[in-house]
């Protein structure tokens, strides 16, 4: 029996583990761990690769998000639309700063934020909209800028899983006023620890931001307003800097394991698949199938890794009971995190692998 895990990470970390060596080593013979040379080259390099002026290194995508909301100003009275269906990140960060989330469901297609309802969430309280491009796909950006521009409202991209994405050739991350973004170890582009990174053409949110995620200083002792603790290290800077020179070939890769699946799995059994697009970069592959929790037994029985991303939805979270969301209010989000289910996904996962898992899925649905 073939063994197939849902992520690894080897194949990447042994093709780049020379220059990974050598980048750490640098660092740590020169003895700048903390907002050093580093850093500041891989911000300039992430800049330039997603399009934008500027890029500020921090320590975690959560705490890009909160900065982000933070730097446009939004706090308590605020509310911001966010989909139904994400990661709970996209809304812990807006309830850090005070503000109000205010969920659309999820396109029953596309699973992203169904942009068809935006416009009726909008209050007089609503201040930004937060696209998630969920799984490495792009959100509607034209009309999502067309109504934010309408509305007179921010927009700031949760970027975290979609390294590399485009929406008619605009790099994701590079819409909004502010954008932020994760390096979690299993993201496209991961580092080995935690990161994140805020992204903007705004000088005047850069120069904010650079002060913000250290403590709100202007130098080492002058801290005119309060900031964080935030800051991505140069460990991390200098792995990533390697890993970004990679990016694109390991989205490639991805993209070829999502052709064979979509080919292999199509019209197999109640399967839907995801929606086929070259400009997503598959951070995540995910069919839904009501025998998910059936067929996820059967996949682990054979070897086969897989996860749900993601079971319970935000609003039916105990952390937002509060809010006093009902089942069934958002349909769509729910019926997702009932049948979702990523398979194996990751740049070096082997063609017979691939055919491995879907020829064990083929085998389980000869049964129904």
Known sequence: M?????????????????????????????????????????????ATYGGTQYCIGVANGLDALYLSLHLLGIGPGDEVIVPAHTYIASWLAITRTG??????????????????????????????????????????????????????????????????????????????????TSF??????????????????SKALAESAFSLRNYGSTDRFTNPVVGINSRLDELQAAVLRVKLKYLDEWNELRRVIAQSYLKQLKGVGDIIL???????????????????????????????????????????????????????????????????????MWPGLEEEQVNWVVKQIKKFFEGK
């Not at 309408?150 to 991209?157: A, C, D, K, S, T």
């Not at 979690?184 to 053409?201: E, F, H, R, S, W």
């Not at 070259?278 to 069919?287: E, K």
């Not at 037994?297 to 952390?319: C, D, E, N, R, W």
């Open 99 to 180: 503000a109000k989330v205010v969920p659309v469901d999820a396109n029953s297609g596309n699973m992203l934020m169904d942009t068809s309802l935006v416009t009726a969430a909008i209050t007089g309280n609503t201040k930004a909209i937060m696209p998630v491009h969920l799984y490495g796909a792009a959100c509607d950006m034209s009309q999502l800028t067309a109504i934010a521009k309408e509305n007179n409202l921010y927009i700031v991209e949760d970027n975290a899983q979609a390294h590399g994405a485009t929406w008619k050739e605009k790099k994701t991350g590079s819409f909004g006023d502010c954008n932020a």
């Open 274 to 344: 995801p929606t086929a697009s070259y400009a997503s970069v598959y951070h995540l592959f995910v069919i839904r199938t009501q025998y998910r929790e059936e067929l996820r037994s059967f996949l682990f029985q054979k070897g086969i890794g897989t996860t749900v991303h993601y079971p319970i939805p935000p609003h039916l979270q105990g952390a937002y009971d509060s809010m006093s969301f009902k089942k069934g209010v958002f349909p769509v989000s729910e019926k997702l995190a009932e049948s979702v289910l990523s398979l194996p």
């Open 184 to 201: 979690y170890p299993t993201k496209n582009l991961g580092a080995l620890g935690d990161g994140g990174a805020i992204t903007t053409d």
């Open 2 to 46: 073939m063994s197939v895990p849902f992520c690894s990470l080897k194949y990447a970390h042994d093709q780049i583990k020379y220059e990974a060596e050598k980048a750490m080593e640098g660092v740590y013979r020169r003895g700048q761990f903390i907002l050093g040379t580093e850093l500041e080259a891989f911000e300039h390099e992430l």
